[in-house]
């Protein structure tokens, strides 16, 4: 069994027909996906998504790239039972489409809703560790992970000392950088998560495909080749992590 712990399906250009989708998903052991918004309005599609879809979740976030046009509204939607997380929010400096000092002030305030609603929290962070670290510090209690993690043994030892989960996607699956390999393998199994960022990112041997839950399957696969250990084993190990931190 495992679990997607972030995919964009919900998104109304998702180009695949969603029954099938999510049935291949099923018939790939992958059990509960969770559905992530990046703006206030993909916030609300997948809430309703997973109102829908009883192994859908929702995690409700404006994603840096749009936090310059607004962020408050996504806390009307903390309410909802299939809400396990805010997310995907932080920081990205290498488009900066919206000003950093924005991103600064939207992650501040999303982190404080996560916080007061007790929900765990998905954390995009790109060429920006520097300023993230010290606003992470300012705060207590907080629990999440870094998704698509991609960045150096550093920053990955300072995530895991501050007990944060660790999500890896078809990324890892096909980069030639041998230094972002032995971070992926270095990632502890009780840190691990595994996601698709579905449409984005399909994993090998699927490559120039569109991304989609049951492609977990392969990135599970390839970690479990890497570590030389079972597919079963990798599978339990992040899906008891997926269901610790998102309350699935």
């Not at 997607?4 to 399906?9: G, M, V």
């Not at 629990?143 to 698509?148: A, C």
């Not at 990112?201 to 989609?212: D, H, I, M």
């Given at each position: 069994m495992l679990i997607?712990?972030?995919?964009?399906?919900h998104e109304p250009d998702y180009p695949l027909d969603i029954t099938q989708t999510l049935q291949r998903a099923n018939?790939?052991?992958v059990s509960q996906i969770i559905c992530v918004?990046?703006?206030i309005t993909s916030s609300k599609q997948a809430v309703e998504f997973a109102s829908l879809h009883d192994e859908a979740y929702a995690s409700i976030g404006v994603h840096p790239h749009d936090s310059q046009y607004g962020y408050t509204d996504i806390e009307s939607l903390v309410g909802s039972s299939k809400v396990v997380a805010v997310g995907e929010i932080g920081l990205d400096y290498f488009y900066t489409h919206s000003p950093r000092e924005i991103q600064i002030q939207a992650l501040q305030w999303q982190i404080d809703l996560a916080l007061s609603n007790n929900l765990p929290i998905i954390f995009h962070v790109r060429q920006a560790f520097d300023d993230f670290w010290p606003i992470f510090d300012n705060f207590h209690g907080v629990?999440?992970?870094?998704?698509?993690f991609?960045?150096?043994q550093t920053n990955l030892d300072k995530a895991l000392a501050r007990g944060l989960l660790v999500g890896v996607n078809g990324i890892s699956t096909f980069t030639r950088d041998e230094s972002q390999k032995s971070v992926f393998n270095a990632i502890p199994l009780d840190s691990l998560l595994f996601e698709t960022d579905a449409p984005f990112?399909?994993?090998?041997?699927?490559?120039?495909?569109?991304?989609?839950?049951?492609?977990?399957?392969?990135?599970?696969e390839y970690h479990a080749s890497a570590r030389g250990i079972s597919l079963d084993q990798i599978a339990k190990a992040t899906t008891a992590n997926a269901r610790a931190l998102f309350a699935l």
């Open positions: 997607d712990t972030h995919c964009h399906i018939n790939n052991s918004g990046t703006s629990r999440g992970e870094l998704h698509s991609t960045d150096n990112l399909t994993p090998a041997p699927f490559r120039g495909k569109v991304n989609e839950p049951a492609f977990v399957k392969n990135v599970a």
